[in-house]
């Protein structure tokens, strides 16, 4: 690289890193990002911490004393009250709500209603209709006549946890787990993703500034135009990856100090325990089992696998796939910045780059779902959108040859894209005033030199 190129990337990079919307957005990424993570456990704990009463008229009479009670979910049985009579009062009472279960409950599963003057959780509703599931069942079965009966349907229940175990080629055996890979693959591709679009329409708009406000006439007359196009993508992209690299310092930061502040004994198995019967209480049913739950061993065992993921191989392919992909786009976005006058004009120009973009977003689901089926292998391999779906599959496990097929491809792509770019940039960043077509772009491609 030349040095007046270097010098184009030192200016464009320390532009933009002194720029006070860098710093607001380094500082509020993590602060975004570890608000994700702690905050809706930490809001869970919150809400469970109220205690919230549920006043039950049961016309059937058989689900009296039957629907179990949690920590901060409680049922009160009244009789000789109509839920006109509670709805006239209702608001001075300190009911949350009002259960009415009719009397043809048996006939009509559907005979239930759950009353409020507000929304009731998801959760208190599954928690009800889960109770009132088990106890309709379990009467109907009493209706055989089965001699100990309860004993029997408490030795049969059974919960079953499928651990998932992948052979590896030296033999050996890998833990995994299969949520958790999910999540990481839709992050890293869909961070992929944002990062592209956002440091590659910096590029295209950083190019159609100077070229309207005519300093690219100036910095033309001693820089050549490739290397200005050059400087310019490879500054902008050195910012991204120091905001990237900012975020993930701060955001681990961040987690972990809200971690001990807000969770400071998860470490511990009782605590993860606690924890994780907190978090769900709303939604078991079994809330005075002394053992641990099956959401707690669940909650733990995520915890566990996290120290199974490679994160140095995660954060390599995403560092990779970031450059690759947005070496790519950069210089297709720069070379619609040097093709108009105005963002206004870019429209024209910027579907064809977007839509391979959306794409890869709409086939990441799936790519996420399937792994290894064709369509996820066939969009890992096309370098327009092998950065976003090969990022998805990677914690699942790639092989090899993949890996390698589809970043030789997106490098020899990105080559060409660049040059491509650059013969369309050193003709369109001197032209003003002009309507500029795809007929025109190809006469730019196809001059000499």
Do not use: C
């Amino acid at each position: 690289m030349t040095s007046k190129s270097s010098i184009v990337i030192a200016r464009e990079y320390l532009t933009r890193v002194r720029k006070k919307s860098f710093i607001i957005m380094t500082i509020i990424g993590p602060l975004l990002f570890a608000a994700v993570i702690i905050g809706p456990a930490w809001f869970a704990t919150l809400e469970d911490r109220e205690v919230r009463v549920i006043a039950v008229i049961d016309s059937s009479r058989l689900f009296i004393g039957q629907i179990p009670e949690t920590d901060y979910l409680k049922f009160e049985y009244l009789q000789n009250t109509t839920v006109d009579e509670l709805r006239e009062n209702f608001d001075e009472t300190n009911y949350y709500a009002v259960l009415y279960i009719a009397h043809i409950i048996t006939s009509t599963p559907s005979a239930v209603q759950l009353m409020s003057d507000r929304q009731p959780s998801l959760n208190i509703r599954m928690h009800i209709a889960n109770a009132i599931e088990k106890e309709l069942e379990r009467q109907k079965l009493a209706a055989f006549d089965i001699e100990d009966l309860d004993r029997i349907l408490e030795s049969v229940r059974t919960t079953v946890n499928i651990r998932t175990i992948i052979w590896q080629d030296d033999g050996g055996e890998r833990e995994s787990f299969s949520e958790l890979a999910m999540i990481v693959g839709y992050v890293g591709g869909f961070l992929i993703y944002f990062f592209i679009f956002l440091f590659g329409a910096q590029v295209m708009r950083g190019v159609i500034e100077e070229k309207s406000s005519r300093v690219v006439e100036i910095i033309v007359s001693s820089v050549r135009p490739f290397q200005l196009m050059l400087g310019k993508i490879v500054g902008i992209g050195m910012v991204g990856l120091t905001q990237f690299l900012l975020w993930v310092v701060l955001s681990v930061v961040l987690v972990v100090a809200a971690q001990q502040i807000f969770f400071p004994d998860i470490g511990t198995p009782s605590s993860e325990t606690v924890v994780a019967e907190d978090l769900f209480s709303s939604s078991t049913l079994q809330q005075s089992q002394p053992i641990e739950s099956e959401q707690a061993g669940r909650f733990r065992e995520m915890f566990a696998s996290v120290s199974a993921i490679n994160f140095g191989v995660m954060l390599f392919s995403f560092l990779f796939y970031f450059l690759g992909g947005y070496l790519l786009y950069a210089s297709l976005f720069a070379a619609i910045g040097s093709a108009v006058d105005n963002e206004t004009d870019t429209q024209q120009f910027m579907l064809p780059i977007t839509i391979p973009l959306i794409i890869s977003i709409i086939v990441m689901m799936n790519a996420i779902m399937n792994p290894y089926g064709p369509i996820a292998f066939w969009f890992s391999v096309i370098p327009f959108t092998s950065p976003i779906i090969m990022m998805a599959r990677i914690p699942f496990g790639v092989p090899l040859w993949e890996v390698a097929l589809s970043a030789g491809l997106l490098v020899a792509t990105f080559i060409f894209t660049t040059w491509l770019a650059g013969k369309i940039y050193r003709t369109g960043i001197l032209m003003y005033g002009k309507k500029v077509n795809y007929r025109e772009l190809w006469k730019w491609i196809r001059y000499p030199g």
